[in-house]
């Protein structure tokens, strides 16, 4: 059984049109690596809005494309609600937390 090389990008702060060159560089490296799957671990972030959105949509199309999964966990209530808003919460796959996330693919 195979299970998938882990790639885990952990931004903090207000997730907006600043954090866009930090977050395209984990993502260029996670091209880059042996990652077959991204974890988006939410825990140290504080707000989303339509600009951080639109990055994560970018981030998960370049994934898709490369063949790289993209899980998101520990989302807040705020980034729970823009992502229902905007119909983007049945394109990601959301877990309560790292570690749960983590032991999913351990399931598989």
Not at 22 to 35: D, K, N, W
Not at 70 to 97: G, H, R, W, Y
């Amino acid at each position: 059984m195979n299970h998938p090389t882990l790639y885990t990008i952990e931004p903090t702060g207000s997730f907006d049109s600043s954090i866009a060159p930090e977050l395209r560089r984990q993502v260029q490296a996670a091209l880059t690596s042996s990652a077959t799957l991204v974890i988006l671990d939410c825990q140290g972030v504080s707000f989303m809005d339509s600009s951080g959105l639109g990055e994560l949509i970018l981030a998960y199309k370049s994934l898709k494309q490369a063949g790289i999964g993209l899980l998101l966990c520990a989302i807040n209530e705020q980034v729970k609600t823009l992502l229902e808003l905007t119909d983007l919460a049945q394109i990601f796959e959301v877990f309560p937390s790292r570690h749960e996330a983590e032991q999913s693919l351990l399931a598989v």
